[in-house]
């Protein structure tokens, strides 16, 4: 039987022979204020074709949609698809409110309106939706695994945690759950982004910090911002110099997240190990290059590898991440800064402050860094999750400048890189970037991928043998 509070599906095609179908949900917009009984379409995608049904108790396997478009976050999660015939799984990916098609207000997303855009509101999203799903499909008896990447893996543990009786585990997969107050150095990120550079060569290391000077000096001429916007082939003129620093900083962080072992098309198409490819454009440009010229080479790779691009737009977004902004502005507040003598970009300290004016002038938010860890936890987090936390997997690569792993400041940072007890897990792999271990698999993965993939699913098998001991319904 079908709930009146969902709406039609439409089917979607994907990849390796795999399809998902599209429904709505009318989501409740405020589940703290029951004053508000306003509703708004949540989107979800399910695929149901190797599900076993609810009178068999066969799981039901749901990813936590993070800050962007579902299809994005589906289509690059085919591990899940990969597993659920083993599980005879139900897949199901709710979308994040206020982003892809999920948008309670239309799309007009002022402060008043961001108000309800929000961590805890996602989460009690995602509980209200599996426990109605649950109740349409008669599978109350059904297991719910939830999965989730980034900022999604972050939503996963959590909803483990706040959730205990929907979800029986969750797998978080590069989730930066610490990135918070002074719990990692501020330099962490940017110091993991530089070392991939610099393991492929001192060189490349080097054009790319010494760009950053010769940038300034290039805007700072007649018709420098001109020059610039026509040598790195842009649509448009920059405004200031900043706009272009801002591009190809971008650019090299996505590029260690996604630097992969195998061609892909997670942020942008890129080839395998566009890292190194990247390096290689800038260094074996021709010997008379300027050093500007070399970035171009390199920075080209990222942004235009399939050569389809005539220029380069700053304001595309192909991927709805605009929401993301607010939610920095308020309660995801990650400080970061760079440190030159370990970093290629130009040195920064975090300026609380400053972040604080930009949020109150573009969105009339304060910030709250101190809200996430008072809500989720965060300071002893090791202690936390030992005495009240099980059943959640927290997997990193190395590669990954979210991993942190390389300049733990203390030991409960480091509990996100070594297991805590036998159901809190870390799995860690020395060459994974982001969330690799969610992608499709390959005939060409590597065996360390292959064998953390092994230990995700062997993991899966303990939760669901032990509810099925254990057996109630919901």
């Known amino acids: 039987m079908q ?22 949900f009318q989501q409740t917009l405020d589940h703290f204020n029951v004053g508000n009984i306003t509703l708004f379409p949540q989107r979800y995608l399910l695929h149901n074709a190797s599900w076993s049904g609810g009178a068999s108790g066969a799981p039901i396997f749901v990813y936590c949609g993070n800050e962007g478009d579902i299809v994005w976050f589906a289509e690059n999660t085919g591990f899940m698809f990969d597993i659920a015939p083993l599980f005879g799984a139900l897949l199901v990916f709710p979308e994040h409110r206020f ?79 610490l990135q918070f107050e002074n719990i990692v150095p501020y330099t962490t990120f940017y110091d993991i982004v530089s070392n ?27 018709n420098g911002l001109r020059n610039l916007s026509q040598d790195f082939h842009m649509c448009s003129d920059f405004k200031n110099a900043d706009e272009l620093i801002n591009w190809l ?37 021709p010997v008379a290059s300027s050093i500007l010229q070399r970035i171009y080479a390199g920075v080209n790779v990222y942004y235009n590898f399939t050569g389809a691009a005539k220029c380069f737009d700053l304001d595309d977004d192909p991927h709805g991440l605009s929401g993301w902004n607010w939610q920095s502005c308020t309660e995801m507040v990650m400080p970061m800064s760079s440190n030159s003598n370990t970093s290629m970009y130009p040195p920064f300290e975090w300026d609380g402050e400053a972040w604080s004016r930009f949020c109150w002038e573009n969105y009339g938010a304060i910030p709250r860094p101190s809200w996430v860890t008072t809500e989720f936890g965060g300071h002893d987090i090791k202690s ?91």
């Open 249 to 285: 900083e971008s650019a090299y962080s996505y590029l260690a997240m996604a630097n992969y072992p195998y061609a892909a098309n997670f942020t942008m198409p890129l080839p395998a190990h566009p890292v190194r490819k990247v390096c290689q454009a800038m260094v074996n440009s």
């Open 99 to 177: 982003y892809g098609k999920s948008q309670p207000f239309g799309g007009q997303n002022g402060p008043k309106e961001l108000a309800f855009c929000s961590a805890e509101q996602a989460l009690a999203d995602f509980a209200t939706l599996i426990l109605d799903l649950k109740r349409n499909l008669s599978a109350q008896a059904s297991p719910v695994v939830v999965f989730g990447g980034s900022y999604g893996g972050m939503l996963a543990a959590w909803f483990r945690l706040k959730y205990p009786h929907i979800a029986i585990g969750a797998l978080a997969s590069s989730a930066p759950i």
């Open 384 to 474: 936390v999750l030992r005495n009240f936390g099980s059943n959640i997997v927290f997997s990193n690569g190395l590669l990954d400048p979210w991993s942190g792993g390389r300049q733990a400041m203390n030991d409960s940072f480091r509990f996100v890189l070594e297991s805590i007890s036998s159901t809190i897990l870390a799995f860690v792999t020395k060459e994974g970037a982001h969330h690799l271990d969610f992608r499709w698999s390959r005939k060409d993965d590597p065996q360390w991928l292959i064998e953390q993939r092994e230990s995700e699913v062997r993991e899966i098998k303990r939760w669901l043998s032990e509810y099925h001991q254990n057996v109630f319904v919901i």
């Open 196 to 222: 991939a550079f610099k393991r492929e060569g001192e060189k490349c290391f080097e054009i790319i910090r010494n760009s950053w000077t010769a940038i300034t000096e290039a805007a700072e001429q007649q």
């Open 3 to 24: 709930s009146p509070r969902r709406g039609a599906a439409l089917p979607l095609a994907l990849k390796e022979g795999f399809a998902y179908t599209e429904h709505y």
